[in-house]
């Protein structure tokens, strides 16, 4: 596991040379959130680093609940029975196994995989502009229909999920790198996720932290130009 720290937010980093998978611990002063879980074998990295803050972690949000983003959710409540669990309102029907689709939404097979065995359901269902502590909830649809993202304005942090991935080259959900082929192979609609990318580039972004990759830095042009790329393999969206 590799620790990197931006402000009060800690990159937790498993596997960052093989197959990179990030869980994010944001200190919010007297307690802690965690932002995503990582697979099972996150769990002890994940425990360890929260003992280190030594402070409580009272809240796990869920950018969505694929397999490598909620594999140890279980484990971790149990460890913090009090931890409240956030979710998007549209994934936490994913998560109780409902994989059907809106009539407003891109008739496309969700893709990624989903684990039924997650005894924990959420506690708080998430819609955009909600303020978790420092960090406000922006949807940010199509790696899954309900995927969110969490931006923290103070530090002009966001903290994208699997909307970007930045393993194998910067690339938006759906446009597949070849170093790192399984986010996109992953990703429920492409062309729904440039939008999604498209509109939160209006944010200011110095630091763009995702779920498969490193930290990236002055992020701005750097989307632009990977929101292009996706572009020209899907079609002008």
Not at 143 to 155: A, E, L
């Given at each position: ?7 009060n ?13 990030n869980?994010?611990?944001v200190?919010?002063?007297v ?17 360890q ?9 009272a809240r ?16 971790i ?27 407003t ?13 997650v ?7 998430l ?9 406000t ?25 699997d ?16 170093l ?11 062309a ?12 200011p ?19 632009t130009k ?5 572009e ?6």
């Open positions: 596991m590799r620790i990197r720290q931006f402000g937010i800690y990159q937790l980093a498993f596997l960052p040379t093989i197959f990179p998978i869980c994010y611990l200190d919010e002063g307690d802690l959130t965690l932002i995503d879980t990582g697979m099972a074998f996150c769990t002890k990295g994940i425990l680093v929260i003992k280190r803050l030594n402070k409580p972690l796990i949000a869920l950018t969505h609940p694929h397999v490598d983003h909620i594999g140890s959710l279980d484990a409540k149990a460890a913090f029975p009090a931890a409240q669990v956030y979710v998007s309102r549209r994934d936490a029907r994913l998560m109780l196994g409902d994989t059907s689709l809106q009539c939404e891109d008739q496309t097979e969700i893709k990624g995989g989903f684990d039924q065995h005894q924990t359901k959420p506690d708080n269902l819609e955009e502009n909600y303020q978790l502590k420092s960090l909830v922006y949807d940010a649809p199509g790696h899954t229909p309900g995927s969110i993202v969490f931006y923290q304005k103070s530090s002009a942090i966001l903290l994208a999920g909307a970007m991935v930045t393993r194998g080259g910067l690339a938006v959900a759906g446009d597949k790198r070849w790192f082929p399984f986010s996109a192979a992953a990703t429920w609609s492409p729904t996720a440039i939008k999604s990318m498209e509109r939160l580039n209006q944010l972004i110095c630091y763009l932290l995702v779920g498969h990759g490193r930290a990236m830095e002055d992020a701005n042009q750097k989307i990977a929101i292009w790329r996706a020209r393999k899907v079609g002008h969206v």
